[in-house]
């Protein structure tokens, strides 16, 4: 067990020389040997071979008892004297480069990532090749100092330094809208989380749903949608059920540390601005179209007073679904603003707060005495956007009367220039 324990310590002399002066890479002797082999001489390689065997050997052999040990150590200790005195001579140097980077993916239980060079290099690295050791969660995203070394299976960093995030201002944005089922993205930041819940919903394929909300959160800023949940619906037409896929997810926008980017946050308008400024617009077309509705009812009044004066009520009913048809109201039921408490979302075109779980599954929704007002069920209708005028499936809610039908006629009127 003594010769084991020796054998092994002078194993890891051989492998720690090898790491810092040669940038070796591998595990083991043996493969360390290997990826820098090319830089040795030949003798030297074969030595430490020998060396490497006999490791293996008593790795597999616990029992295994040697002659001569002393000899074997004195051999040893030559060979790591000779590699020591050729790692230190000029020619044997590897061109070793100060470089600058981004930690952009990291492994914590592998111990080692990689650096996106400010070179446009990755450069791989190990934990203990950090000369200040952080948090293993936290080393994604920092600006690094190091020293960057070529070897037999690419570029290495040595003797990284991790700099503080805010010595790096500049940001790179990702190519393509990204998604997280989560609530963060691997190797991005989050440099505008947008309180807006985007939604989308379409009959033909859980793709074309998730393409509009993509669609939708451009609209507002975003380049990204985290906490993505999926759910399934069920719409009507006549007597004909279909299933409505949807989507949901928070708008919100990332990007990655870059000193060679230019982009900056403060040069992206915020998403809360631009989901408010559309709102504005919404809110503002929505108020233009109820007073085109109500001319036209009070229009239709005034030419068809002497029906109703005789008595022909039933052309009022005839005038609010003319009106309703012809002008129909548009609706922003694809954004939803996120309450505080993060279970609930305001639809600002419904106007009350509509609990998660009606919003995400398939529940039902059965009207329960002493409500004067609810959702009865989900279905299903084509919205015209007003500013895009693109026409899609979307989630709506059919508003029901329950109680004594005091004031039906009114509730009708109220129901027509609202919808």
Same mark, same amino acid.
């Given at each position: 067990?003594?010769q084991?324990?020796d054998?092994?310590?002078?194993?890891?002399?051989?492998?720690?020389?090898?790491?810092?002066?040669?940038?070796?890479?591998?595990?083991g002797?043996? #493969?360390?040997?290997?990826?820098?082999?090319?830089?040795l001489?030949?003798?030297?390689?074969?030595?430490?071979?020998?060396?490497?065997?006999?490791?293996?050997?008593?790795?597999?052999?616990?029992?295994?008892?040697?002659?001569?040990?002393?000899?074997?150590?004195?051999?040893?200790?030559?060979?790591?004297?000779?590699?020591?005195?050729?790692?230190?001579?000029?020619?044997?140097?590897?061109?070793?480069?100060?470089?600058?980077?981004?930690?952009?993916?990291?492994?914590?239980?592998?111990?080692?990532g990689?650096?996106?060079?400010?070179?446009?290099?990755?450069?791989?690295?190990?934990?203990?090749?950090?000369?200040?050791?952080l948090?293993?969660?936290?080393?994604?995203g920092?600006?690094?100092?190091?020293?960057?070394?070529?070897?037999?299976?690419?570029?290495?960093a040595?003797n990284?330094?991790?700099?503080a995030?805010?010595?790096?201002?500049?940001?790179?944005?990702?190519?393509?809208?990204?998604?997280?089922?989560s609530?963060?993205?691997?190797?991005?930041?989050?440099?505008?989380?947008?309180?807006?819940e985007?939604?989308?919903?379409?009959?033909? #394929?859980?793709?074309?749903?998730?393409?509009?909300?993509?669609d939708h959160?451009?609209?507002?800023?975003?380049?990204?949608?985290?906490?993505?949940?999926?759910?399934?619906?069920?719409g009507?037409?006549?007597n004909?059920?279909?299933?409505?896929?949807?989507?949901?997810?928070?708008?919100?926008?990332?990007?990655?540390?870059?000193?060679?980017?230019?982009?900056?946050?403060?040069?992206?308008?915020?998403?809360?601005?631009?989901?408010?400024?559309?709102?504005?617009?919404?809110?503002?077309?929505?108020?233009?179209?109820r007073?085109?509705?109500?001319?036209?009812?009070?229009?239709?009044?005034?030419?068809?007073?002497?029906?109703?004066?005789?008595?022909?009520?039933?052309?009022?009913?005839?005038?609010?679904?003319?009106?309703?048809?012809?002008?129909?109201?548009?609706?922003?039921?694809?954004?939803?603003?996120l309450?505080?408490?993060?279970?609930? #979302?305001?639809?600002p075109?419904?106007?009350?707060?509509?609990?998660?779980?009606?919003?995400?599954?398939?529940?039902?929704?059965?009207?329960?005495?002493g409500?004067?007002?609810?959702?009865?069920?989900?279905? #299903?209708?084509?919205?015209?956007?007003?500013?895009?005028?693109?026409?899609?499936f979307?989630?709506g809610?059919q508003g029901?009367?329950?109680?004594?039908?005091?004031?039906?006629?009114?509730?009708?009127?109220?129901?027509?220039?609202?919808?």
């Open positions: 067990m003594e084991f324990n054998i092994w310590k002078i194993s890891r002399e051989f492998e720690k020389v090898l790491d810092r002066k040669f940038g070796a890479q591998g595990k002797l043996h #493969s360390k040997l290997s990826s820098v082999q090319r830089e001489p030949k003798e030297l390689v074969l030595r430490i071979r020998k060396i490497a065997d006999i490791r293996n050997k008593t790795m597999h052999e616990r029992d295994i008892e040697f002659s001569d040990f002393k000899a074997f150590k004195q051999e040893a200790k030559k060979a790591y004297l000779a590699l020591r005195s050729y790692s230190s001579a000029p020619n044997a140097t590897p061109d070793i480069k100060k470089k600058d980077g981004i930690i952009h993916a990291y492994m914590a239980e592998k111990k080692y990689f650096i996106h060079g400010d070179d446009g290099q990755s450069y791989f690295f190990h934990y203990r090749d950090l000369l200040n050791c948090s293993d969660n936290s080393l994604e920092h600006p690094v100092h190091f020293e960057a070394i070529l070897t037999q299976k690419g570029y290495r040595k990284c330094t991790v700099l995030k805010e010595t790096v201002n500049t940001y790179r944005m990702p190519d393509d809208f990204l998604f997280s089922k609530n963060k993205f691997k190797s991005w930041e989050i440099i505008d989380a947008g309180a807006w985007v939604h989308g919903s379409s009959q033909e #394929s859980p793709d074309s749903a998730k393409q509009l909300l993509k959160a451009r609209r507002i800023g975003a380049n990204a949608a985290r906490n993505l949940n999926y759910y399934k619906t069920t009507t037409e006549g004909y059920r279909f299933t409505i896929h949807n989507f949901k997810a928070q708008a919100v926008r990332v990007g990655r540390r870059d000193r060679a980017a230019h982009a900056q946050p403060d040069d992206f308008p915020a998403i809360n601005v631009l989901a408010q400024t559309l709102l504005k617009e919404h809110k503002a077309h929505r108020r233009k179209k007073a085109i509705k109500l001319s036209v009812f009070f229009a239709g009044i005034a030419l068809l007073l002497p029906s109703l004066l005789n008595g022909y009520l039933f052309i009022l009913p005839v005038i609010l679904i003319l009106a309703s048809v012809f002008i129909p109201m548009p609706k922003l039921d694809w954004l939803n603003e309450s505080e408490q993060g279970n609930h #979302s305001l639809n075109d419904l106007g009350w707060n509509a609990p998660s779980s009606i919003l995400s599954s398939d529940t039902d929704t059965t009207v329960h005495p409500q004067s007002r609810a959702v009865s069920h989900l279905t #299903s209708h084509r919205v015209t956007d007003p500013i895009s005028n693109m026409t899609d979307h989630l809610t029901i009367l329950t109680g004594s039908p005091t004031n039906v006629q009114g509730y009708m009127l109220h129901q027509a220039f609202e919808d």
